[in-house]
Each structure stands twice: as structure tokens, then as C-alpha cells.
């Protein structure tokens, strides 16, 4: 990794209040330290509930903090809030699995690019409508796109807008929480072969959270692996998934399904295995 982290998490802990009066707090997120580098992919996996979705809520400050620091592109960013945070949009942004609890049904599309296209922004309208189109062509949709609802697009298509959202403003960070789990395979891989195609254009980082390690090993340069709020191994993604050292994520890659053919052979795959061979 070269230059200043674009994330550093530090020592990161998150206790959710437990139910009953006299119970102490839940320890959820505990002593959690990793970097992700600029324009890198990093997965966070491990099984449900080891606390994948808490640490990027806390990097996106969705839920508070009870100890360490989150910085984003050097800045300690850890009791950010309201006015603050809303600020950091910019640069940092979420794309999360259920992509039409993510879109406002009521907006025809164009409005919710708009939104932050328009925020802080001296841009005008025609501006900010060319910059649209800009965006439907980007991530594959016409750009008539822009005056229909959430309800008139496929799951995959829905997926494709709350990515165009998401990157409207070239954000350095994209916290990404189970992207393409509700999607078919075949959406799967195109929707990922989109974050590859936009991640090389506008130089955005991933953290790619997912319990998917077939994802994890065509998509992410590296992986940490969480279990009950603790990384229990981190590494090159292609290590990890092949020669994993820790028993748990032996027991994570022995229960991972086949990797699916579709995916393998998506075109982020060939590019893989074209700059492998020159
Ligand atoms: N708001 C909350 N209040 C109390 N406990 C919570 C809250 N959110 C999550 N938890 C608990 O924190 C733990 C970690 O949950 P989290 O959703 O981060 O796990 P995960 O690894 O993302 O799981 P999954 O893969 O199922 O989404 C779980 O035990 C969960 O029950």
C-alpha cells in the first residue's frame, strides 16, 4: 500500500445496550485495527453475526462508537456527526444489499442522482442534468432512466442506480455491505464487473463486506476475517481463500459453496487473468 490510507480503522470497539436493566453492554466490535489503501478492494468476511455490517455502520457513523478512531483520508472522523458527517459525503459513500430499500420509491430517478449532485454544489441544472445522462451511461442504463421509479426497474437495474448514486461524486470510499447478495448470479457478476470498470475510472476504494468468499476472491486484493468481533486473520485475498491459516476460516472456506462458472468467467476474471499472463 502506497501513500496515506484512504481508511484506518484503529483499535475499533462498538457495544450495542443489552436488553434487561442490570445486563452490562454487548460487546459487538472489539479491538478492530486494519487500513484500506487508495483505490484498494478490501472484504470483511465471517459468519453471521460476527459483526461484519457493525464496523461498517461505524465507519459510516450508522451506529456510535464506544472506543478507537476511524479516519478517512487522515482525518479522524470517529464522533462526526449531523452537519459533520453529512459534509464527508463527498467522500464517503455506502452502497448496501436491499437496492430498493435504498432508493426513495416515490423520486423518479433523476431526482435521486440529483440529490447529491446538487448538495454544497454551484452546479447548474443543465449541469446537473448532463451529469446524469453521464452517469445512466456509465452504469449501463438509458438515460431515459432518469425520468422512471424504482418500481419500473429490475433488481439488477436497481442495484446499477444505487451504484450511479453512490459514485455521483467520485467518493473515496464506498462502504459496500452485501452488494450483489440479492442479486442472481449472472446479475452478481455483471454488478461487480460494473464496481471494477468504475473503481479503475474514478480511483474509488472498496470495503466490500460479504459472507461470499467466491466473491471475496475474484473481487478484493485483500481480506480480513472476522469472528465475534475480532479479526482472526487478514491477508492476500488469494492466500486467505486457498492456504487459510486460522481454523475458522478453514471451517468458512471449507462451507463455501463451489465457485459458480458465471462468475468466474465474468470479464473482471479474463482482465485477471490477462495482466497474470503479459
Ligand atoms: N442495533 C443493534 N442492537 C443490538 N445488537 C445488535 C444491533 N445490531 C447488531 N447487533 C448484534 O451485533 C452482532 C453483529 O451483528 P452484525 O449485523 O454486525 O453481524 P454481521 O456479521 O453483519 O451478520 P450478517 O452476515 O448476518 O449480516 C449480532 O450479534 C447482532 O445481533
Do not use: W
Given at each position: 500500500?502506497?501513500?496515506?490510507?484512504?481508511?484506518?480503522?484503529?483499535?475499533?470497539?462498538?457495544?450495542y445496550?443489552?436488553?434487561?436493566?442490570r445486563?452490562?453492554?454487548?460487546?459487538?466490535?472489539e479491538?478492530?485495527?486494519f487500513?484500506?489503501?487508495?483505490?484498494e478492494?478490501?472484504?470483511?468476511v465471517?459468519?453471521s453475526?460476527?459483526?461484519?455490517?457493525?464496523?461498517g455502520?461505524?465507519?459510516?457513523?450508522l451506529t456510535?462508537?464506544?472506543?478507537?478512531r476511524?479516519?478517512l483520508?487522515g482525518?479522524?472522523?470517529?464522533?462526526?456527526?449531523?452537519?459533520?458527517?453529512?459534509?464527508l459525503?463527498?467522500?464517503?459513500?455506502?452502497?448496501?444489499?436491499?437496492?430498493?430499500?435504498?432508493l426513495?420509491?416515490?423520486?423518479?430517478?433523476?431526482?435521486?442522482l440529483?440529490?447529491?449532485l446538487?448538495?454544497g454544489?454551484?452546479?447548474?441544472?443543465?449541469?446537473?442534468?448532463?451529469?446524469?445522462?453521464?452517469?445512466?451511461?456509465?452504469?449501463g442504463?438509458p438515460?431515459?432512466a432518469?425520468d422512471?421509479?424504482?418500481?419500473q426497474?429490475?433488481g439488477?437495474?436497481?442495484?446499477?442506480?444505487?451504484?450511479?448514486?453512490?459514485?455521483?461524486r467520485?467518493?473515496k470510499?464506498?462502504v459496500?455491505?452485501?452488494?450483489?447478495?440479492?442479486?442472481d448470479v449472472?446479475?452478481?457478476?455483471?454488478?461487480?464487473?460494473?464496481?471494477?470498470?468504475?473503481?479503475?475510472?474514478?480511483?474509488?476504494?472498496?470495503?466490500?463486506i460479504?459472507?461470499?468468499l467466491?466473491?471475496?476472491?475474484?473481487?478484493?486484493?485483500?481480506?480480513?476475517v472476522?469472528?465475534?468481533g475480532?479479526?482472526?486473520?487478514e491477508g492476500?485475498?488469494?492466500?486467505v481463500c486457498?492456504?487459510?491459516q486460522h481454523?475458522?476460516?478453514?471451517r468458512?472456506?471449507?462451507?463455501?459453496?463451489?465457485?459458480?462458472p458465471?462468475?468466474?468467467?465474468?470479464?473482471?476474471?479474463?482482465?485477471?487473468?490477462?495482466e497474470?499472463?503479459?
Amino acid at each position: 500500500m502506497t501513500g496515506t490510507p484512504i481508511l484506518q480503522v484503529d483499535g475499533l470497539a462498538v457495544r450495542y445496550p443489552s436488553r434487561g436493566l442490570r445486563k452490562p453492554p454487548n460487546t459487538v466490535i472489539e479491538s478492530v485495527s486494519f487500513e484500506v489503501g487508495q483505490a484498494e478492494t478490501v472484504a470483511l468476511v465471517g459468519e453471521s453475526g460476527s459483526g461484519k455490517t457493525t464496523i461498517g455502520k461505524a465507519v459510516l457513523g450508522l451506529t456510535p462508537v464506544s472506543g478507537g478512531r476511524v479516519l478517512l483520508d487522515g482525518r479522524d472522523i470517529t464522533r462526526h456527526t449531523g452537519r459533520a458527517r453529512r459534509a464527508l459525503s463527498a467522500d464517503l459513500q455506502a452502497i448496501f444489499q436491499n437496492p430498493y430499500g435504498s432508493l426513495n420509491p416515490a423520486l423518479p430517478i433523476g431526482r435521486t442522482l440529483a440529490e447529491p449532485l446538487l448538495a454544497g454544489s454551484t452546479r447548474s441544472r443543465g449541469e446537473v442534468r448532463e451529469h446524469i445522462a453521464d452517469l445512466l451511461r456509465r452504469v449501463g442504463l438509458p438515460e431515459d432512466a432518469a425520468d422512471r421509479y424504482p418500481a419500473q426497474f429490475s433488481g439488477g437495474q436497481r442495484q446499477r442506480i444505487a451504484i450511479a448514486r453512490a459514485v455521483a461524486r467520485q467518493p473515496k470510499l464506498i462502504v459496500c455491505d452485501e452488494p450483489t447478495s440479492a442479486l442472481d448470479v449472472t446479475t452478481q457478476a455483471t454488478a461487480l464487473d460494473l464496481l471494477s470498470e468504475l473503481q479503475q475510472s474514478l480511483g474509488c476504494a472498496y470495503l466490500f463486506i460479504t459472507h461470499d468468499l467466491a466473491v471475496v476472491k475474484e473481487f478484493a486484493a485483500r481480506t480480513l476475517v472476522l469472528q465475534h468481533g475480532r479479526i482472526v486473520e487478514e491477508g492476500r485475498s488469494t492466500d486467505v481463500c486457498d492456504q487459510p491459516q486460522h481454523a475458522y476460516t478453514r471451517r468458512l472456506v471449507a462451507a463455501a459453496p463451489v465457485p459458480d462458472p458465471v462468475l468466474q468467467r465474468s470479464r473482471r476474471h479474463e482482465r485477471l487473468e490477462l495482466e497474470a499472463t503479459s
